[in-house]
């Protein structure tokens, strides 16, 4: 078959119609409620982690990683409101980890969540690793966000505030977060709240 | 792979495997007003199927399954928005992922930009005629570039490729940090026998092809994310295979150039509240389809799961044989879930 042929197909110039046919859908139906009845729970709205690879290399250096889902139930809800000082949102029944593999060691966690920007949601990429007293922070990245201090708020001096930042820390921009700069400082707060949330949320559903 | 073999495959995943499986979905009913009056319809209702198969130390196969359980929307259309059903196989860090199924063609904007269930649309209909398309590829990032490449079928969603004419589709885009802005730049090549309408026989495109042409595609795209401003603009020149509608003034060698363009820019003025403008427009050797779209979105705060989206759109189709103006004012509510 000429290269022509397998990218045009014979009749393509011609401008004939080709016979074309839908698949049935029954079988889809069949296939649809297997896989519902061996289903867990409803998907919450979760964060995609758009860069692994990227992430990863930066932070780990090398390694490999796998998803886990984590469903919270309502007594893990209770303590982690308790212990964050607000309430979950209404869809956050479900979390996403990414349990970060050196060969068959795991290294640490990296987890992502949508927090709540002035202007939009702020993606964070929150990297952990096992600390003396629970999980602390290794880093804080940002992926996407609509705030106005873009560069302010991925730089270095104000993400690397994370680093090292535990489960007794407060994480409250003006006390141990500096602000980004100067009129950020609610969207400084929304990257400190989502790193925390994520951490206490880590630790609330036993470190998955 | 047809999406019940993909099913299928899934089910004995879950059976066999440490599987993940999420269920999520989505309902987009909608209000209309034009110069014939108002009406109210389900556009689309969809479930959705992710699942993960996962090895003891990395992710083996996730699979997405995209499925159309009720709404007006139908025929040729339906297909645009309703039937991703694909698996990503990753080959590990800083390595290609092969896509294989029925997945977005990553031509410009749509690499990147999910409009299925926004009401302000790229012209990709006009511009590729699908969006959705079986097909296998590989999909990855170098440093701070992304890189698609796509091989399909080019007959669309849930067909049978009768026709067996393939198309490919490539894509790079570098992707880094100007100053405040966050910016994407894109540019894609296509190559490969699809669905053709004429300019005329756009207002029929409902009914599917009944014509498919070699298409040549070059694009450049661009997206923006400066503070609360999110900019997109996208252009495509081409050329179509000559058919019995080619005025022959304009062919050349047998085939006839096209363009198209799409600008668009929204604003958030507060976290909840987004007005945003659009601008598109195809060209052929006919004339021109250009619409104007004017919008405001809704967020309600600390509900992800609503999204209201408001559009008025003025269509023009200007042709030998046409020159048709009209305009409709829509208001959407996406309920994700």
Not at chain 2, 249 to 275: C, D, I, K, M, N
Not at chain 2, 315 to 331: C, F, G, K, P, R
Request: glycine share 12%; proline share 4%; net charge neutral.
């Amino acid at each position: 078959m000429s290269l022509r042929n397998l990218l045009f197909g014979s009749n393509a110039k011609t401008g004939t119609v080709p016979r074309v046919e839908r698949f049935e859908g029954l079988s889809l139906i069949f296939a649809l409620l297997l896989v519902l009845s061996l289903a867990g729970t409803a998907a919450a709205s979760l964060c995609v982690w758009r860069q692994p690879d990227a992430d990863i290399s930066g932070i780990f250096g090398s390694g490999s990683y796998k998803t886990v889902f984590a469903d919270i139930t309502d007594a893990q809800k209770q303590k982690v409101e308790e212990r964050l000082g607000f309430p979950l949102d209404a869809d956050e029944t479900q979390f996403k980890y990414f349990p970060v593999f050196k060969g068959k060691q795991r290294v640490g966690t990296a987890m992502s969540h949508a927090g709540k920007g002035q202007f939009g949601a702020i993606e964070v990429v929150v990297a952990v690793v096992a600390g003396d007293s629970g999980p602390v922070i290794k880093e804080v990245r940002i992926q996407r966000d609509r705030e106005k201090a873009k560069a302010a708020l991925r730089s270095k001096d104000f993400l690397g505030q994370f680093k090292g930042k535990g489960l007794t820390d407060t994480f409250m921009v003006g006390e141990d977060i500096e602000t980004a700069v100067k009129g950020a400082e609610k969207a400084s707060q929304a990257v400190a709240t989502a790193a925390r949330k994520l951490l206490v949320v880590y630790d609330g559903l036993g470190r998955p | 792979m047809s999406r019940s073999a993909l099913v299928l495959f899934l089910a004995a995943a879950v059976a066999v495997a440490g599987t993940s499986v999420r269920l999520g979905g989505a309902l987009y009913p909608r209000i209309m007003y034009d110069a014939m009056g108002s009406s109210f319809e389900l556009m689309g209702a969809e479930g959705n199927i992710e699942a993960q198969v996962s090895g003891e130390t990395r992710d083996i196969v996730t699979a997405l399954i995209q499925v159309r359980a009720a709404g007006a929307m139908s025929g040729w259309t339906s297909g645009f928005h309703f039937g991703q059903a694909y698996a990503l196989l990753p080959l590990g860090l800083s390595l290609p992922t092969i896509k294989v199924g029925q997945a977005v063609i990553p031509f410009g904007l749509l690499a990147d930009y999910d409009i299925h269930g926004q009401i302000i649309q790229t012209p990709f209909a006009k511009t590729l005629g699908l969006r959705l398309d079986p097909g296998l590829g590989v999909l990855g990032v170098l440093g701070q570039t992304d890189y698609r490449l796509w091989l399909s079928n080019g007959n669309g969603p849930d067909m049978m490729d009768n026709d067996r004419g393939k198309v490919v589709t490539a894509r790079v885009a570098p992707r880094f940090l100007l100053g405040d802005a966050d910016v994407t730049l894109g540019l894609s090549g296509l190559a490969g026998s699809l669905p053709y309408w004429s300019l005329d026989s756009l207002p029929k495109m409902i009914e599917g092809p009944r014509l498919y042409v070699s298409k040549y595609r070059l694009g450049l795209d661009n997206n923006v994310d400066w503070g609360p401003l999110i900019m997109r603009l996208e252009g495509v020149v081409g050329r179509d295979s000559k058919t019995g509608d080619s005025p022959p003034e304009r062919s050349t060698r047998g085939t006839v150039p096209v363009f198209g363009y799409y600008g668009e820019a929204r604003y958030a003025l507060v976290r909840w509240l987004e007005p945003m403008v659009a601008y598109d427009g195809f060209h052929t050797g006919e004339g021109s389809a250009r619409t104007l779209s004017a919008g405001l979105n809704f967020y309600p705060p600390d509900i992800s799961a609503l999204e209201v989206q408001t559009a008025f759109q003025r269509n023009s189709l200007n042709t030998a044989t046409q020159n048709m103006e009209d305009w409709h004012v829509i208001a959407q509510l996406a309920v994700r879930f």
